[in-house]
């Protein structure tokens, strides 16, 4: 079992930062790949970034490339999410999710999630 727990959210104007913190638990932190993930109102979830369990490789949507930056701290147990020039597109609902397999940008390939945090971007 893996629990996540999401932080860092909360309302920016455009062209603003934040950085959404996934803390995790249960399992070897370092053993698995993980993965942020968004959810606009009346849309499906889809792919933000991906990164394996050494943080060797990362993996991007093309809408979020060269804006976005996800890292991890195996040592705190924690993935982010940086996030720069923010545009009112971006407010979502943002979920971290662990892949015990692989690091993959599917949501099916992602066996827990966390609970989301909120992020809003004013014009």
């Known amino acids: 079992q893996v629990q996540l727990v999401e932080s860092g959210g909360g309302l920016v104007q455009a062209g603003g930062s934040l950085r959404l913190s996934c803390a995790a638990s249960?399992?070897?932190?370092?053993?698995?790949?993980m993965g942020w993930f968004r959810q606009a109102p009346g849309k499906e979830r889809e792919f933000v970034a991906a990164i394996s369990w050494s943080g060797g490789s990362t993996y991007y949507a093309d809408s979020v490339k060269g804006r976005f930056t996800i890292s991890r701290d195996n040592a705190k147990n924690t993935v982010y999410l940086q996030m720069n020039s923010l545009k009112p597109e971006d407010t979502a609902v943002y979920y971290c999710a662990a892949d015990l397999s692989r690091v993959g940008v599917a949501l099916n390939e992602y066996d827990y999630w966390g609970q989301g945090t909120q992020v809003t971007v004013s014009s």
């Open positions: 249960g399992r070897t932190f370092s053993s698995y790949a």
